[in-house]
Structure formats: C-alpha cells, structure tokens
C-alpha cells in the first residue's frame, strides 16, 4: 500500500451562468479537443430550447433526467478459486451521476441527423 497521504476528491467549478455542479460536469464531459467555450454553447443552447417547449426550469428537467436514469448497482468481478463471479456492488451518488451523465452524452451523439442540442 503507498505511503503517499491520500488526497481529496477534486470537483469542477460550478457553473457561472447556472451556479450549478450538475451542468459544470454535463460540460466537461461534452468537452471535445479542450473545447470548453463550444461545448458550453452547446448546453446552454439545448437549456434554452428545452425551456422553450417545456416552460419549465432546465436545471430541474436535467436533474431529473439524471435521477432517473442513474444506475444503483454496478457489476464487478470477484474471483473465487477458478471461477470469475459477477457480483453486484451498490455505487456512491457521485459514481452513478458521472455514470448517467456519461450515458446522456453518449446517446446524444448518437442520434441520427440532429444535432447534439
């Protein structure tokens, strides 16, 4: 085991036009290349839109939407003897919210002929 003092769980900056941690990690993880500037037009665009259509609170729907989709348990390995189990092992609330993020951004690529907004 290393020596070395174990240091602190680092989190970005809030938001400076929401002052929100949720939509600072939404935009660094959209992040491209160091592209900080586009992938915050990017998200405030897609906030704006959403409060277009909905008349609500983006930051709400966003919170929402990450709430819903978080995963509460995740698979890992365990070898006992020869074999390899899979065992499910509860994961603490900034593990599952970097997980659900990570997923929103992934499938907003994906969508066929539309933009990311």
């Not at 600072?24 to 277009?52: D, T």
């Amino acid at each position: 085991m290393s020596r070395r003092i174990s240091t602190k769980k680092r989190f970005p900056e809030k938001d400076f036009k929401y002052d929100n941690l949720l939509v600072s990690l939404l935009i660094n993880r959209l992040l491209q290349e160091g592209k900080k500037r586009l992938s915050r037009r990017i998200v405030y665009k897609a906030f704006e839109l959403i409060e277009l259509r909905t008349n609500q609170n983006p930051i709400l729907i966003l919170e929402k939407a990450v709430r819903n989709i978080s995963p509460r348990v995740q698979l890992k390995a365990k070898r006992v003897g020869g074999a390899t189990y899979q065992v499910p092992t509860l994961l603490n609330k900034y593990r599952a919210t970097n997980i659900a993020i990570r997923w929103v951004v992934e499938y907003s690529r994906k969508r066929s002929g539309k933009g990311m907004s």
